[in-house]
């Protein structure tokens, strides 16, 4: 397990441009190869390039976990062939609502959305990514899927988060978390992480005790 502060694409909100799952990290297409490098130097997982129709925010239009991979509703084959290649689920969304990746977070058993999400979209991330998704906000934001980072080990959560809302996600996932922040205090932390069960890199300016309570939140040391 690793836990490490990085500079990649030029900005501390890591988990803006790029997300992780047990299986895969995925990345922009055309990521500059010293980016590349630096994943494939920590992390023991495929790395996977998806072009998204030329957006380069992966982290914030994506959902994944272990089985499957939600990609927007636009994206072409090439962007659906990738994530097969790596043997996971891969759909297209049906709504419109293209930045998942904030609305959703999800490990290989439960999942969090927007209250917003439609109940056809919620059922179709579920048939994908095979877990049943709860939909709850999270210091009363609908974007659940930027203040909310979920592994298979516990999570962490905005610093706003409330004690019912803290309750609801621990008893769906079974997982105790606590309220954190990331980059010398910013609140949205799967914004500014890559992660999953084995490791989570974090942006540069994140502090000692930031480091700490990521560490402490995901169960990795």
Do not use: W
Not at 57 to 74: F, R, T, W
Not at 78 to 95: I, P
Request: proline letters at 3%; one cysteine or more.
């Amino acid at each position: 397990m690793m836990i490490e502060r990085v500079k990649l694409f030029n900005t501390d909100a890591l988990g803006v441009f790029a997300q992780a799952s047990d299986n895969a990290v995925f990345i922009p297409l055309n990521t500059a190869p010293r980016v590349k490098r630096v994943l494939e130097g920590r992390v023991d997982v495929d790395v996977v390039e998806l072009g998204l129709g030329g957006i380069a925010v992966v982290g914030a239009m994506i959902v994944s976990n272990s089985v499957g991979v939600m990609l927007p509703y636009n994206v072409d084959e090439e962007d659906v062939r990738r994530v097969k290649a790596v043997g996971l689920n891969v759909a297209r969304s049906n709504t419109k609502l293209n930045a998942l990746g904030n609305l959703v977070v999800a490990n290989s058993k439960i999942g969090f959305a927007s209250p917003r999400l439609a109940a056809s979209t919620v059922r179709l991330i579920e048939d994908t990514l095979g877990v049943e998704v709860v939909r709850t906000t999270v210091a009363g934001l609908h974007t659940v899927g930027s203040a909310l980072a979920l592994n298979n080990r516990g999570f962490a959560c905005h610093p706003q988060t409330t004690d019912d809302e803290i309750r609801v996600i621990s008893e769906a996932s079974g997982l105790r978390g606590r309220r954190v922040t990331v980059n010398s205090g910013y609140p949205y932390i799967r914004s500014g992480i890559i992660y999953n069960d084995g490791f989570a890199l974090l942006g540069y300016t994140s502090t000692g005790i930031e480091m700490a309570e990521v560490s402490s939140a995901l169960g990795i040391e």
